[in-house]
């Protein structure tokens, strides 16, 4: 497993729950980071859209008399922001509003919504709810495709092949695992890809998925490094992915990364979330 590194965040210290409201408790890394990995250059414009849709699953506050009051929430970061928002000082900073008194719900979310634009740089929108499940996931699934895997990272591009016939399709995999880049800890989810181009070969892209088992990287910059890669080596004139993480700490991310012109999908929950 890829070493844990240092970091100056909450994430990996034994961090006591705050008593009382704090903002400052958000912590932001800067997107470029992740991104110059991936050779974007800085200032240039990105190659996708996108954005990072959080789903708050512990959201609680007292009333004006002191009662407590609970609720989920959904957050939507765009992916054009300078900063991504750390998971754990996230979920620091949604425990340090436990004690805090409002006059409504609505206050609630104009304040979180306003912390949270400050700290990613760009504007965060908050609605109080969770999607819809789903009942079934859209395309095909390539999960049962007979490979062998004798290496699990890094992920390798050359394994994305895509040749032949043009076609449309979407294609799912259960299988993506990666790990945090400070704490080592697994991350789990779902990953979605659209495309309309070459047709990539299912199980080259299954085993280059298999690659991150071992990888560490944050959720926003794995799917940021998918979505590159697939563009890079596969060719497709349009293209879509999207993660929809496992919850941990009572919030789940869910980063989709798209060609510019694609609508962005329907918001939903998958059996696992």
Same mark, same amino acid.
């Given at each position: 497993?890829?070493?844990?590194?240092?970091?100056?965040?909450? %994430?990996?210290?034994?961090?006591?729950?705050?008593? *009382?409201?704090?903002?400052?408790?958000?912590?932001?890394?800067?997107?470029?980071?992740?991104?110059?990995?991936?050779?974007?250059?800085?200032?240039?414009?990105? +190659?996708?859209?996108?954005?990072?849709?959080?789903?708050?699953?512990?959201?609680?506050?007292?009333?004006?008399?002191?009662?407590?009051?609970?609720?989920?929430?959904?957050?939507?970061?765009?992916?054009?922001?300078?900063?991504?928002?750390?998971?754990?000082?996230?979920?620091?900073?949604?425990?340090?509003?436990?004690?805090?008194? @409002?006059?409504?719900?609505?206050?609630?979310?104009?304040?979180?919504?306003?912390? %949270?634009?400050?700290?990613?740089?760009?504007?965060?929108? %908050?609605?109080?709810?969770?999607?819809?499940?789903?009942?079934?996931?859209?395309?095909?699934?390539?999960?049962?495709?007979?490979?062998?895997?004798?290496?699990?990272?890094?992920?390798?591009?050359?394994?994305?092949?895509?040749?032949?016939?043009?076609?449309?399709?979407?294609?799912?995999?259960?299988?993506?695992?990666?790990?945090?880049?400070?704490?080592?800890?697994?991350?789990?989810?779902?990953?979605?890809?659209?495309?309309?181009?070459?047709?990539?070969?299912?199980?080259?892209?299954?085993?280059?998925?298999?690659?991150?088992?071992?990888?560490?990287? @944050?959720?926003?910059?794995?799917?940021?490094?998918?979505?590159?890669?697939?563009?890079?080596?596969?060719?497709?004139?349009?293209?879509?992915?999207?993660? *929809?993480?496992?919850?941990?700490?009572?919030?789940?991310?869910?980063?989709?990364?798209?060609?510019?012109?694609? +609508?962005?999908?329907?918001?939903? *929950?998958?059996?696992?979330?």
């Amino acid at each position: 497993m890829s070493a844990p590194s240092e970091h100056p965040s909450p %994430l990996g210290r034994d961090v006591a729950y705050p008593a *009382r409201y704090a903002p400052d408790l958000l912590y932001a890394i800067p997107r470029s980071l992740g991104r110059n990995a991936l050779k974007l250059p800085p200032g240039a414009s990105l +190659p996708f859209v996108g954005h990072d849709r959080w789903q708050a699953y512990e959201l609680s506050w007292l009333d004006a008399r002191g009662k407590p009051q609970v609720a989920t929430a959904t957050f939507c970061v765009p992916a054009d922001s300078p900063c991504l928002i750390e998971s754990k000082s996230l979920k620091l900073y949604l425990n340090s509003l436990n004690f805090e008194r @409002f006059s409504d719900a609505a206050t609630v979310g104009e304040r979180i919504a306003a912390d %949270l634009s400050t700290a990613a740089g760009a504007t965060v929108t %908050l609605a109080f709810g969770l999607p819809a499940q789903e009942a079934a996931t859209a395309g095909d699934c390539i999960d049962g495709q007979a490979i062998t895997v004798d290496c699990f990272g890094p992920p390798d591009p050359a394994l994305l092949v895509a040749t032949g016939e043009i076609v449309k399709e979407t294609l799912h995999s259960g299988l993506l695992k990666s790990n945090c880049p400070v704490t080592g800890q697994p991350d789990w989810a779902d990953l979605s890809l659209h495309y309309h181009g070459p047709r990539i070969d299912h199980a080259g892209l299954l085993r280059y998925l298999v690659g991150f088992r071992d990888h560490a990287e @944050f959720h926003e910059q794995c799917v940021e490094r998918i979505f590159i890669d697939v563009l890079t080596h596969c060719g497709p004139s349009a293209l879509a992915v999207e993660a *929809r993480y496992t919850r941990r700490g009572g919030l789940d991310i869910n980063p989709w990364r798209a060609t510019p012109g694609l +609508p962005p999908p329907p918001a939903r *929950r998958t059996l696992r979330q």
